[in-house]
């Protein structure tokens, strides 16, 4: 049996009264009547569908994705997911699971000197406009500590030694243990290792400053100078073991010319930077992400 | 009872082995279990549903919209549109429809001068790269015939005179009588008559040359000019009684500069204006786009 | 004489080493000869161009436009203006002005209760993005004060009551007196006197929550909402008595649908209000901006 | 002397009373003076500058680029070109070509299955919006001589055989000899060999269905579904020996989501990569690109 269940702790502890919004988000082989099997379970459960969204990659053989997002009456909580396990996850194969929407998630992010992404997500989250928490902000430089104190938000400076990253990805696992559902790299220049994105046991988002999958690595920007292209662009990814080569979340790209020096080009990309970055925390915290191989389908 | 039953005539006719693939949109007052009565009647009848996409302007007390596309057996179709009118429509209000994928719409094409637009139209639908057919163009000019001509589509020349416009609007309504399933004003010229919009009894969907509401009325490049816009744009729009306000299909804008003179604007908004109609065209004839009130739900 | 003369006080105060970079900015009647006339007086006083953009409306009988920007050695600016005056400018009949480069402009801020665009300048400021110097921001709410003097800005509360606008617009005045070179309203959601213009001595560059010339007045999004628009803009403009209707400087749009409701228009909007005030006082400050009636050459 | 001279040949023979529109295009190592140098030139000669643009990749040691369109009265054409050469050119060290504007390029089109880009530039030419003609079309497929002949276009097929290259190369340059201006590579899915390009004598400039450097080589929608690109775009480069490395001349993107599969990219990229090459065309036909190392400055 595939079907995975993840259910948040809080999912029994609402508010008696009031009308919890829930999402569900599955996956499974394609057939024939999944829609139905799920819709008649939700009804049966009283619960009221607000939106949902599907897609297949091919309806005979192909994977298909759902997330639906419902009303869900306090009383009939008890034992849903235990019966959406029985009732229809396990007759499907479906890897699931589902959230609370009132549980906002709560996000560390870790950054470098460059502090345009970290300061445009306080912001939104200042302006109530981010789904989702930013509860830490760690840091191998000390630069952003008064922004980010100014905000409320704890700052921890985590320096890193060229000859002891380990010990440094120790002490920002020790930070993060607990603390966060999700990390987003705002411009954090370190690599991590395959061990830390092991053992953070939680997303990590990273926003990379070109449109992937040009100029990966290094530079992106004296890259595209070199090349000449007339578009630069940003690329916000799941991080995984191959640099710069996970899942992406979202692109944009700005138009640029032979009259852009690099600094102009890293101002203007400054710009698309923390608007793709934005936009993938945001989806991301609502869970409209799902990963698909090594691609995402964004409902 | 406000539902409507359009039912396909060929929608008995399919080849009898074949899945038919059809698609039904609704409309009602939103209430819980909307999505649930669907898609339970779907799976009861061994429909598969391929999409499904619905839009609520108000979960309280506002207005439900559905698309449904899905797969439906051959033998399930007798009898298919009467039990869902009567098990599931009437029940909600709904107001209905549904279309057999594989019917492809009739086109109409309606042109005066310029003729990018209609060229556009041909070149995708040659490429079988819209979901339709053009069927017939009528011009009050005679130049474009070759090109439509050549392309296979009869070309009826309708000549308006100012001071007898009823006269050509009564010849379109001949021409177009019961030959299309939608018309396409593709930069005609000339103002429709509301007896005109009624009597043609299919949809009519308008390209205007500007970003509407600015710049409604004639001459939108030169309007444009003069304001010192810094983007031109174009809109699609279901033709209604009142120029130029009908509901809005899609948009879209390019950059422009002082140093763009009239006869620019216009070259540059051409691009808009074909892409711009191409995609409205295409998204109507794939029954994506439900009207509520002035505006549009497309899905 | 047509020709207007505007020498910064600071020319002649500069370092006296080093190259200044000026820039010179002339519009007159086009004829044959400008540009060969303006460079030869350049190369005369061994100034170096360093970039130059010129536009005319129409090569017979239209206007001209000029922007050089150009390094002078400090022993030729003595005297520099006047003999361009003498020798130049007067034989072309040339309104004409010039700025030292190094002498940033001053910005005043007006904003109400939205900070996104003050919050936005003020970034760009603090990271070196803006040619310019943010010296005070004004406003009719208390809202903004800690953000802005956490800048070390000044802030200044100028409460605004309905029965007496004018005393507001005197206090206003009497703050911007001589201290800046510039206003930018940043979302100030009170109308301007022509009196105020008139005697505030400098341009006021406004941003306006919607593509200009849709929507002007109150509630753009709201409008936009009510028409069912795909796309949702913001405009920059100079501040002229007539409201929303002046020379346009910047303009760009976001797209939208059905499922967006007003409070997601407006926060869509911002992202769109900030990046394009932004560009258009970066401009302004840069003397890339000309006004050509009621529109303008950006260069 | 590492000037150049390209006169046409039709310079001395343009009718005798007009003003002939001229375009001088240069290049040299950046100094002073040379925009005065320049621009006194023509003002001497009587000529009239239209339009001017400029760009130093470093005021300190770098490139310099200008282009001039200027009018020049028909009785001061007359060893032009040899008394810029020795007054100017040759004082700056300049690269320089001059082209009258009257002369429209001669445009070769290769092509092979897919067509858009193909009836796109045919149809710009029939409407005049290409300041150039097309004079021959060829192709390795017999597929599209009946809309090119439909033009008025001549079109050679051009087979290509797996083991003999060199002939259909051999073919193809007889074809080309001094028949036209430049080539277009409108999707021909050869790769031409070095020795082709260094004997065909004109820029060959051509359309890659990707963002370059992303998506180099075959099968790009292909490879970017397989990446999950959230963007797909298009090229248009100048063609060098390396397969996709030239320089960029234009590029464009449009967005995709998770739902496009490959044949969907492949439309949606068909409008994009129409569009790009029509302006890469357009520019390089108006003098409007020169190259720097491997990139282009654009003007």
Same mark, same amino acid.
């Given at each position: 049996?595939?079907?995975?269940?993840?259910?948040?702790?809080?999912?029994?502890?609402?508010?008696?009264?009031?009308?919890?919004?829930?999402?569900?988000?599955?996956?499974?082989?394609?057939?024939?009547?999944?829609?139905?099997?799920?819709?008649?379970?939700?009804?049966d459960?009283?619960?009221?569908?607000?939106?949902?969204?599907?897609?297949?990659?091919?309806?005979?053989?192909?994977?298909?994705?759902?997330?639906?997002?419902?009303?869900?009456?306090?009383?009939?909580?008890?034992?849903?997911?235990?019966?959406?396990?029985?009732?229809?996850?396990?007759?499907?194969?479906m890897?699931?699971?589902?959230?609370?929407?009132?549980?906002r998630?709560?996000?560390?992010v870790?950054?470098?000197?460059?502090?345009?992404?970290?300061?445009?997500?306080?912001?939104?989250?200042?302006?109530?406009?981010?789904?989702a928490?930013?509860?830490?902000v760690?840091?191998?430089?000390?630069?952003?500590?008064?922004? %980010?104190?100014?905000? &409320?938000?704890?700052? +921890?400076? *985590?320096?890193?030694?060229? $000859?002891?990253? #380990?010990?440094? =990805?120790?002490?920002l696992?020790e930070?993060?243990?607990?603390?966060?559902?999700?990390?987003?790299?705002?411009?954090?220049?370190?690599?991590?290792?395959?061990?830390?994105?092991?053992?953070?046991?939680?997303?990590?988002?990273?926003?990379?400053?070109?449109?992937?999958?040009?100029?990966?690595?290094?530079?992106?920007?004296?890259?595209?100078?070199?090349?000449? %292209?007339?578009?630069v &662009?940003?690329?916000? +990814?799941? *991080?995984?073991?191959?640099? $710069?080569?996970? #899942?992406?979340? =979202?692109?944009?790209?700005?138009?640029?010319?032979?009259?852009?020096?690099?600094?102009?080009?890293?101002?203007?990309?400054?710009?698309?930077?923390?608007?793709?970055?934005?936009?993938?925390?945001?989806?991301?915290?609502?869970?409209?992400?799902?990963?698909?191989?090594?691609?995402?389908?964004?409902?």
């Open positions: 049996m595939n079907s995975t269940i993840v259910v948040p702790e809080e999912v029994s502890a609402g508010e008696p009264h009031a009308q919890a919004r829930m999402r569900l988000l599955v996956s499974c082989p394609d057939r024939p009547g999944i829609v139905a099997a799920v819709s008649r379970f939700l009804s459960a009283d619960a009221n569908i607000i939106s949902l969204n599907q897609h297949s990659t091919d309806p005979a053989g192909g994977t298909f994705f759902l997330r639906v997002e419902f009303a869900l009456p306090p009383e009939r909580r008890e034992g849903f997911a235990e019966r959406f396990g029985l009732t229809v996850a396990d007759h499907f194969g890897t699931w699971r589902w959230w609370d929407a009132a549980q998630k709560r996000v560390a870790l950054v470098s000197k460059h502090d345009h992404c970290l300061v445009d997500l306080l912001y939104r989250w200042q302006r109530s406009e981010l789904d928490d930013v509860v830490l760690a840091s191998n430089h000390p630069d952003s500590r008064h922004t %980010v104190e100014a905000a &409320g938000v704890p700052y +921890h400076h *985590v320096p890193v030694h060229r $000859d002891d990253k #380990p010990a440094a =990805e120790a002490k696992l930070l993060l243990d607990g603390e966060c559902d999700m990390v987003v790299l705002a411009r954090y220049m370190q690599i991590l290792s395959s061990e830390f994105l092991d053992r953070v046991g939680v997303p990590v988002i990273n926003i990379h400053h070109s449109f992937l999958p040009a100029f990966a690595g290094a530079g992106p920007y004296e890259q595209a100078k070199q090349r000449g %292209v007339k578009l &662009g940003a690329t916000a +990814h799941y *991080v995984t073991e191959e640099l $710069d080569a996970g #899942p992406i979340i =979202e692109q944009d790209v700005v138009r640029v010319s032979h009259a852009d020096d690099v600094p102009t080009l890293i101002r203007l990309g400054a710009e698309v930077e923390r608007a793709v970055l934005a936009r993938a925390v945001q989806w991301h915290c609502q869970d409209r992400v799902l990963r698909h191989r090594n691609s995402t389908v964004v409902f």
